[in-house]
Each structure stands twice: as C-alpha cells, then as structure tokens.
C-alpha cells in the first residue's frame, strides 16, 4: 500500500525484523530500500507490533553501511562536526542548515544560486552559517566552477575579521576536501 496523498512506499518490520513492502507484498532489504529512495521515493519504515516509526534508525544504517564500504560522501570533518552538534547548541541550527542545503542540491545550480543570498534570517551568525553552507555545498558539488557567487563584505564592516577567519578555515577545509 501506498500513502496516497504524497506517494510514500510503507514498509513494515515484522518481529522477526524482516522488511516488508506493503506496495509490492514481498520482503525487501536494505539495499532494497536504497534503490527505492534512489530512484526518488519517500519511504516510511515502521515497526507493525509497535507502529513506531523507524524510518530515521534505517536510514542511518544505510548511510553507515555505504560510508563502511569506502562509498564515502560524508567528508570526515562532516560527520565530526555532525557528532559535534549533537552535544551543543549548534544542533538547533544542524537540521535546518542540512535541509535547506539539500533542498538547493535538489533544486539544481540555478536554485543553489539564488538561494545562497536568502540564508535563514533568524539566526545570529547568518554570514558563519552561509559561509558554511556554501563550503558544504562545494565539497557535494565536486566545487563546480563559477557556479557560487561571490560575497560582497563592503556593506557589512562589521564581523569583516570574523569572516576572514571563516575564509580561511573554508579555504583549509577546501585543500584537505580536494587531497580527499
């Protein structure tokens, strides 16, 4: 079965922890389930004795499993900074700088573009933030020239030494991405 209102593949993990695709009624894995969401479905993992949702535990058992077998999109520096925003107060802002930056992947260079000025206006350090974004976004685009657009400092004296501290450390962080 299919969720018809948006689409979403629902699949139930028995007691005996098998996978089952309620759309195609057969048993599926993990590998089963990344081709599914490679392919651009929305799937939803939920336990049938409980009903809690797993979808989040096995999507992250996807990724580990790739990034296991040296498929690394993950930049080391990442997944530190990602275990690092879990214990400070960082993480409020974690999750909603990694959906707007996918969402821009998503949406093609053009959206990348446009959207790289808009930022999240309510958080304090905005200018860091999408310093930082933009960084992400160039290690995940494989750095495609000419498709950023460049910063203009001149209307924000303020924080200008603080922002070359980010240049610098973006710079870094692009010659360790590119001996990767």
């Known amino acids: 079965?299919?969720?018809?209102?948006?689409?979403?593949?629902?699949?139930?993990?028995?007691?005996?922890?098998?996978?089952?695709?309620?759309?195609?009624?057969?048993?599926?894995?993990?590998?089963?389930?990344?081709?599914?969401?490679?392919?651009?479905?929305?799937?939803?993992?939920?336990?049938?004795?409980?009903g809690d949702d797993l979808t989040r535990q096995y999507l992250l058992q996807i990724i580990a499993e790739h990034e296991g077998r040296g498929e690394s999109v993950l930049p080391l520096g990442v997944l530190t900074?990602?275990?690092?925003?879990?214990?400070?107060?960082?993480?409020?802002?974690?999750?909603?700088?990694?959906?707007?930056?996918?969402?821009?992947?998503?949406?093609g260079p053009a959206s990348m573009m446009e959207n790289m000025g808009t930022g999240i206006p309510t958080i304090p350090g905005l200018?860091?933030?999408?310093?930082?974004?933009?960084?992400?976004l160039k290690a995940m685009t494989g750095g495609m020239p000419g498709a950023w657009p460049s910063r203009s400092s001149s209307?924000?004296?303020?924080?200008?030494?603080?922002?070359?501290?980010i240049k610098r450390q973006l710079a870094e962080l692009q010659e360790k991405l590119s001996k990767l």
């Open 155 to 165: 209307s924000k004296t303020e924080g200008n030494e603080e922002l070359g501290d």
């Open 1 to 50: 079965m299919v969720d018809s209102k948006n689409g979403t593949l629902l699949i139930k993990r028995y007691a005996s922890r098998r996978l089952y695709n309620t759309e195609t009624s057969d048993y599926v894995t993990l590998e089963d389930i990344s081709g599914f969401i490679r392919a651009g479905r929305d799937v939803q993992i939920i336990d049938l004795k409980s």
């Open 127 to 136: 200018e860091a933030i999408q310093a930082q974004q933009e960084a992400f």
């Open 81 to 107: 900074d990602l275990v690092r925003s879990y214990t400070t107060e960082v993480n409020s802002v974690v999750p909603q700088f990694l959906a707007q930056s996918f969402e821009m992947l998503r949406g």
